[in-house]
Nanobody, 114 residues
Framework: VQLQASGGGLVQAGGSLRLSCVASGIVFSINTMSWYRQAPGQQRELVAGVSSTGSTNYVDSVKGRFTISRDNAKNTVYLQMNSLKPEDTAVYYC?????????WGKGTLVTVSS
């Protein structure tokens, strides 16, 4: 099982990034896929999730700025991040979940400069 995240980097406040996470070794379509983030000295938090049926949810702080989507044909989940703020700086992790299974990928660092 592998969840490979990419797309992080350094961006100025107000800018955009798109994260991608490619999954292998799992039945991608039946998993809820999510993005979490962890800032230095803080706990990991759920940023956004998309269920196997396409329902989405977001933490309040990113609503209207971030969009999560999935492409089951490509085993990929995306996180489009617009209007980035310095407080969005964190390591972003991809997660795949279904009852009895919980998969994590290595993170990708997003740094937003003011």
């Amino acid at each position: 099982v592998q969840l490979q995240a990419s797309g992080g980097g350094l961006v100025q406040a107000g800018g955009s990034l798109r994260l991608s996470c490619v999954a292998s070794g799992i039945v991608f379509s039946i998993n809820t896929m999510s993005w979490y983030r962890q800032a230095p000295g803080q706990q990991r938090e759920l940023v956004a999730g998309v269920s196997s049926t396409g329902s989405t949810n977001y933490v309040d702080s990113v609503k209207g700025r971030f969009t999560i989507s999935r492409d089951n044909a490509k085993n990929t989940v995306y996180l489009q991040m617009n209007s980035l703020k310095p407080e969005d700086t964190a390591v972003y992790y991809c997660n795949g979940y279904r009852p009895g299974r919980n998969y994590w990928g290595k993170g990708t660092l997003v740094t937003v400069s003011s």
